[in-house]
């Protein structure tokens, strides 16, 4: 079972697939690093990661490494899970290229 942790929310999904359209469908997000709005939960998170450093994130959330590392985490396994990229045309989500900013940057 797969429960979406985004506050308030109550809703669990049989599969990945099926949470990451529920999120997709029904929760909004704007990046608090560069306000581009997008899908909250896995979508946002993976949008944080990969347009922007991991200190970025950081301060524009006001997070700390253990945050980091449970968001880097939950990513993990939602891609180990299911095929991000066929959900995400489906839905209509646009993906971050691959292989993020360089944790030094300062964009």
């Known amino acids: 079972m797969w ?3 985004i506050e308030g929310c109550g809703y669990s999904a049989g599969d990945a697939e099926e949470l990451l359209t529920h999120q997709a469908d029904e ?3 704007r990046c608090a690093v560069c306000e581009t709005l997008l899908p909250d939960g896995y979508f946002a998170i993976r949008h944080a990661f990969e347009a922007h450093s991991r200190v970025e994130y950081m301060r524009a959330y006001d997070a700390d490494a253990d945050d980091v590392r449970e968001r880097e985490a939950a990513v993990d396994a939602v891609e180990a899970a299911v095929d991000v990229e066929a959900v995400a045309d489906r839905v209509d989500v646009e993906l971050e290229s691959s292989g993020g900013p360089d944790e030094t940057s300062k964009n």
């Open 3 to 5: 429960a979406c942790a």
């Open 27 to 29: 929760h909004e997000h």
